[in-house]
């Protein structure tokens, strides 16, 4: 296993040396664009991680590794149209610097590019790779339809929301995992192990994400702290303080859901999010998902040395603070 | 070789059998719909006959053919967002029905299932199936970018014009057949050869389509005569004209084209089509592409008789009037 920043350069270079496509320009040059925007590029590294983790050369996932971060942005392409999001990575988005018909087709583009790289790797079990691949991109589009169906649906159950950012979130980082375990020869069980381990990290690192979002450092995060309350998103946080309210307080917090974007609207919910210890709630339940996670991990037959090395990384985003 | 009618049934019954997905419903009603709203499902319809053609049962090529009819929706799905485009046959478009975002995930999920239906056919030629249908899709998407920078770009060339329907519409004809003949197991050259029929019989049907809506009977097209000359479409009789017009006439036409939408302007075209004859132009560039796809289909190694119903329904295509 090497170091993240080892990965990271070899999936920036592949990402910049990758033949997208040429004529017409309009259409390619959306997503160089796009593809050249940076990130951390989680979901590609942990590709070419786990296909060292199994005894083989992360070399071989590559492409791989590029079908998951190109399939990832072509999904960023077409959230940014439906949010009718300005900026992405403090970038103007490709709807906004181009047009939204550029935008829709980009992205088709990049979800077919996607499939296309997945292709040029070298393994006899490709078709394993596509079913995994397609099954997965499938969920994470039920998972965006599901969040866009909470912002009309009067209440949301825990279980639903989890269910959500497991489709949304969590499912792409275990495929992104088990396709390079797939690359690497790895068994059947060391497989699933993986895919597990990664969703459930993945469950936990949204879970963070929602935590950030209402009580990270702004100047860290690059966003505005108090977005999601803000925005009346039904994140973990305000399921559970609905859940959780007493009738009184019921009646403050749907006064401060039906305000505006105010400064009194994000601290009036917040000052009920410590009142009701909604953050220790939902530190609980990211814990919870991340146990799960060790316990996939434990079952993984590799080397203890490099399934550190995951554990690590896995405890980095789960207290990220940015 | 069956009749068409049985064809059209066969995949009719696969189209209304075929699993899409349950949840969200939000997500798969607008996917069955599209999906039950009909037509001649000419493109599924080849690769079966392919597939027969060359030996084979045709009902092994049903997953594919499958694949390329929920293929040809995703795109019309997204291209009806791109046109604001209010009715698809009759019915209201997926994104007037529903909305922007429902249409786009839609059609996302689309193009997935389709790689997913062509992932379940039967072969040992798969990866050849993907490569194909994985580049025929990129090349749609080309060629709808393309024909979305005619709109604002001064001059397009014949050749351009032909080039852009080649990709918009034409490969996917070639690429239909082709699939059939690959899953019949049909010798390289007869996969090529039944493409290149394929695809020059789509030039002249596009050709055709331009024709139709220049000089076709309203009544049994269901649109509305001089479309295309109203919205300013650069098709190729408009680029013929615009090559061919003298100097008085081009100030006419210059007039014509800065003119609304309105009857005067559709006969002012119509009639400057009529005085350079520029239907007799396109007829010929028609017949052009029609004889490169008998000299194709002249070929194939196939029975003649089989060959002849593929010659008869190019022949319909090509001479259709609605």
New interface residues.
């Given amino acids: 296993m090497k170091p993240y920043s080892e990965y990271l350069q070899r999936i920036n270079t592949a990402i910049e040396q990758a033949n997208y496509?040429q004529?017409?320009d309009?259409?390619y040059a959306p997503i160089r664009y796009m593809m050249s925007l940076g990130g951390k590029r989680l979901r590609p590294i942990l590709t070419l991680m786990a296909c060292d983790l199994f005894g083989s050369d992360s070399e071989k996932a590559v492409p791989a590794a590029l079908a998951v971060e190109v399939f990832h942005n072509f999904t960023l392409v077409?959230d940014d149209?439906?949010d009718n999001a300005p900026l992405r990575r403090g970038k103007e988005t490709v709807y906004k610097k181009w047009n939204?018909?550029?935008a829709?087709?980009a992205?088709?583009?990049m979800?077919?590019?996607a499939?296309?790289f997945l292709?040029e790797t070298d393994t006899p079990r490709?078709?394993e790779l596509?079913?995994l691949f397609?099954t997965t991109?499938?969920e994470v589009?039920?998972g965006?339809?599901?969040d866009?169906?909470f912002e009309t649906q009067n209440q949301v159950k825990h279980e639903e929301y989890i269910h959500m950012i497991t489709l949304k979130t969590a499912v792409l980082l275990g495929a992104a995992l088990k396709l390079g375990a797939l690359v690497a020869g790895a068994s059947d069980s060391d497989a699933e192990h993986i895919y597990e381990f990664g969703k459930n990290t993945g469950i936990a690192f949204q879970i963070q994400d929602d935590i950030l979002d209402s009580f990270g450092d702004g100047s860290l995060t690059g966003k505005k702290v108090g977005g999601d309350i803000a925005a009346n998103k039904k994140t973990l946080l305000l399921i559970e303080l609905l859940e959780s309210v007493h009738k009184d307080d019921k009646k403050v917090l749907d006064e401060l859901l039906k305000m505006p974007d105010s400064d009194e609207k994000i601290q009036g919910v917040l000052a009920l999010y410590t009142k009701y210890q909604i953050r220790e709630f939902a530190e609980l339940k990211k814990q919870t998902y991340f146990n799960l996670a060790l316990k996939n991990l434990s079952k993984i037959q590799a080397k203890p040395e490099s399934k550190q090395v995951l554990e690590s990384m896995a405890i980095n985003l789960m207290e990220r603070l940015s």
Same sequence: chains 1, 2.
């Fill in positions: 496509g004529y017409p309009e259409l077409h149209i439906m939204m018909p550029v829709i087709l992205g088709d583009l979800m077919i590019k499939t296309d292709c490709l078709k596509i079913t397609n991109a499938r589009c039920e965006q339809q599901i866009m169906n």
